[in-house]
Nanobody
Framework: VQLQASGGGLVQAGSSLSLSCATSGSVFAVIAMGWYRQAPGKERELVASITRGSPKYVDSVEGRFTISKDGDRNLYLQMNSLKPEDTSVYFC??????????WGQGTLVTVSS
């Protein structure tokens, strides 16, 4: 499975941004997809995921971010009311039924105050 994320950029606090992730390969074996992020000096965290159509969010983005899928090949993350603490490199992620996990190359989101 190959993952290609896009849509990052520099925005002001309070703005919105949408990330996209195009997938290719053995998408039939994918059981979960989501978005991780990693800020400088911090561990990578799973901010949003979708499994069997059910979305989950980390508390810090609940109500502001929305994850969605377009069939089995495209994953999106709509980010509203962005905060400076949302500044991170965002990675799309996929998990196969075998347990194997994949990450895309990351896209940088910078939120200025």
């Amino acid at each position: 499975v190959q993952l290609q994320a896009s849509g990052g950029g520099l925005v002001q606090a309070g703005s919105s941004l949408s990330l996209s992730c195009a997938t290719s390969g053995s998408v039939f074996a994918v059981i979960a997809m989501g978005w991780y992020r990693q800020a400088p000096g911090k561990e990578r965290e799973l901010v949003a995921s979708i499994t069997r159509g059910s979305p989950k969010y980390v508390d810090s983005v609940e109500g502001r971010f929305t994850i969605s899928k377009d069939g089995d090949r495209n994953l999106y993350l709509q980010m509203n009311s962005l905060k400076p603490e949302d500044t991170s490199v965002y990675f799309c992620w996929a998990k196969l039924v075998t347990g194997t996990e994949y990450w895309g190359q990351g896209t940088l989101v910078t939120v200025s105050s």
